[in-house]
């Protein structure tokens, strides 16, 4: 599996839930942190899809996701420790440990394998 199959959605998820806490409750702290962090992943995803379709890795890409995730995953991590709160701050933790994973795992086996081209 490519690496941006998995992260436009999980950025899509982070402006989703940004803009929903924003409009439900007016906090402009997830409204920049879920939707900052959401557009950096999208970037870093389409990053990844371009540079996939010239048949190449993008590993400015790669390394963008994983600071990213690992940076979620201990800010959304901490704030769940302190408020044992599963919405937001245990779900963006567990889903950006869980991603945080398959990045790492991305980078140990390489990036993006290309397939042979078929003529």
Request: aromatic share 14%; net charge positive; charged share 10%.
């Amino acid at each position: 599996m490519h690496d941006f199959c998995f992260t436009i959605p999980y950025g899509l998820i982070l402006v989703g839930g940004g803009l929903f806490a924003f409009i439900r409750r007016g906090s402009l702290a997830s409204l920049g942190g879920g939707v900052g962090s959401g557009l950096v992943l999208i970037f870093a995803g389409y990053l990844s899809l371009n540079a996939f379709n010239k048949r190449k890795n993008s590993y400015l890409a790669l390394f963008i996701e994983t600071i990213t995730a690992v940076a979620l995953t201990w800010v959304m991590g901490q704030r769940y420790m302190e408020t044992s709160k599963i919405m937001p701050a245990g779900l963006v933790a567990g889903l950006s440990a869980l991603m945080t994973l398959f990045y790492f795992f991305k980078l140990a086996t390489g990036g993006n394998h290309l397939s042979a081209k078929a003529e």
